[in-house]
């Protein structure tokens, strides 16, 4: 080596380091530029009557994503049905759930940044071959999404084994698996119970569905999250508490509920919904969880839309993750989204330990709250003594509440003229769209569109298009 080749040789060695240093710091930071960036137009998007200190939206997630004309056929009957009647007049084809998955879950990540959630939904996931689902969850991961399949649960292990595993191999092509399962009495046609009468009649089918999983689990190691989501009328309003008593301790992580909306298919509109509301409706969730549930203490998009309280069970005992009235619980929580922001902890784990540690410098106060927080919480577990003997289990309630496509419909063309509407209810429905926690990309315009808007308005139309390209008599790939 000549005398002038060692300088550059050590210019070299130090570039190389900083490229490293430079790449630990992208690779450490709390969240992903791109989020942080998702998160900052999000809040600044939203009215200034959700932007409270419990706010998830904007500041923690970006917001929930679902697919929409991807397989909008189903082969089960609901009242109500959120999807339009010219939805099962499209031919469920693979090739096309695929194009499309890719083309909506790249626009989701260009506008909500990585690591977000997003359902595989449309009509019936399962009516989709093992090979075309596995293939759309990828494409959803490629593009950054958690992807959860939305699907009625009346499938065998077979098609879960083969949607888990790789054909060529026989090994795990999925280390997790997220699911929700609906099951309510308003659904009619399963191959086990066609009619249901009550919800009760239901569970033998609640409990094998998270026994395939449970399976799936001991043979091949793939773990998954299971939510049960279930359809709230006048008819099964005083069912509730006893589908979570009952089911609670089948391996569902979430109860989500759904009070019933006048949307989708009016043919499938039998009763009067609004002869309830949705404090009835998590009265009797709370009912059914057998204490009190704290969803004030984080928000997602409009209270009005969402309620969502974090806890779990000590063997038949409910425990809140939060408590909203004890204002030392309320510290915590805005520490805990100041410090965590959008932070992905689902990494290997030296890298969420280094994040961590950059949450902790980033919201110094974390640490010593978080210890007191510790304490409360295993007293509202029961103490050390009732977790030495039993490991408690989280489990989420949540209620999400559609509205009525005959707001929806005058709300929308509001927003889109860049109009306040004046009539009360279609303003309050404009404010819970402008606060949308769950948006489907349409990457032929380049935007996200709220759930309800898909269902209410453009469903109809977009479904009569797709039956012309995906007729039922043409065979599907
Ligand atoms: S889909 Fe509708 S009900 Fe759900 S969060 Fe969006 S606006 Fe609210």
């Known amino acids: 080596m000549n005398r002038i080749g060692v300088p550059r040789v050590q210019s070299l060695v130090s570039l190389r ?36 200190p419990n706010q998830m939206l904007g500041r923690r997630i970006a917001g929930c994503e679902g697919t929409q004309g991807v397989f909008p056929a189903c082969n089960l009957a609901c009242t109500p049905c959120y999807h339009s009647r010219e939805a099962n007049r499209v031919r469920v084809d ?36 093992p090979e075309a689902h596995a293939a759309a969850l990828e494409a959803m991961i490629r593009n950054g999404r958690k992807p959860m399949s939305m699907t009625h649960g009346d499938f065998d292990y077979d098609y879960l084994e083969a949607l888990a595993l790789d054909p060529e191999t026989g090994r795990p092509r999925f280390r ?15 191959r086990g119970i066609k ?26 190691g793939i773990d998954s999250y299971l939510a049960h989501n279930m359809t709230v009328t006048p008819r099964n309003l005083d069912q509730i508490a ?22 989708g298919n009016p043919s499938r509109w039998k009763e009067e919904y609004r002869s309830f509301d949705d404090d009835d409706v998590w009265r009797e969730v709370e009912r059914g969880a057998g204490g009190r549930l704290h969803s004030r203490a984080l928000q997602f998009g409009d209270p009005r839309c969402n309620r969502t309280a974090y806890g779990g069970f000590q063997g038949g005992r409910y425990w809140s993750l939060f408590d909203e009235d004890d204002p030392r619980e309320l510290r915590v929580r ?40 510790a304490g409360r919480l295993v007293g509202r577990m029961g103490g050390p003594g009732a977790l030495l003997r039993k490991r408690p289990r989280a489990v989420t309630f949540a209620m999400h509440s559609f509205m009525d496509a005959s707001v929806v419909r005058p709300a929308w063309e509001a927003i889109e003229r860049g109009e306040a509407a004046e ?21 032929e315009d380049g935007r996200m569109v709220p ?13 009569a298009r797709l039956a012309e390209l995906l007729p039922l008599h043409d065979r599907g790939a």
Not at 95 to 113: I, N, P, S, W
Not at 178 to 189: E, L, P, Y
Not at 359 to 373: I, K, N, Q, S
Not at 423 to 443: F, K, W
Request: contains cysteine; hydrophobic residues 40%.
């Open 334 to 373: 805005d520490s805990f989204i100041a410090g965590f922001g959008g932070v992905d902890l689902d990494a290997p784990l030296p890298l969420a330990a280094a994040r961590l540690a950059r949450v902790a410098a980033r919201e110094p106060r974390l640490v010593p709250r978080a210890v007191g927080f």
């Open 242 to 263: 006893d589908v979570i008593r009952e089911c609670r301790s089948y391996g569902f992580r979430m109860f989500s509920f759904q009070p019933a909306a006048f949307v």
């Open 195 to 220: 009619r249901v009468r009550g919800e009760a009649e239901l569970n033998p089918e609640r409990k094998r569905f998270c026994a395939m999983f449970d399976r799936l689990r001991r043979e091949h």
């Open 176 to 190: 997790h698996l997220s699911f929700a399962g609906h099951f309510d009495s308003t659904m009619r046609g399963r």
């Open 451 to 463: 759930g309800c808007v898909q269902h209410s308005v453009l469903d109809p139309r977009q479904n």
């Open 423 to 443: 009539e009360p209810s279609v303003r309050a429905a404009q404010e819970r769209l402008q606060a949308c926690m769950y948006g489907m990309a349409h990457p």
């Open 94 to 129: 693979g090739d096309h759930t695929v194009a499309e998955v890719e083309a909506q879950m790249r626009l989701a990540r260009e506008l909500r940044g990585p690591s977000q959630h997003a359902q595989l939904i449309g009509g019936e996931v399962t009516l989709l071959g």
């Open 17 to 52: 380091i900083i490229h490293r240093l430079r790449a630990l710091e992208r690779a450490t930071r709390p969240e992903h530029p791109d989020l942080a960036a998702a998160l900052a137009r999000r809040w600044e998007e939203l009215p200034e009557s959700v932007r409270t």
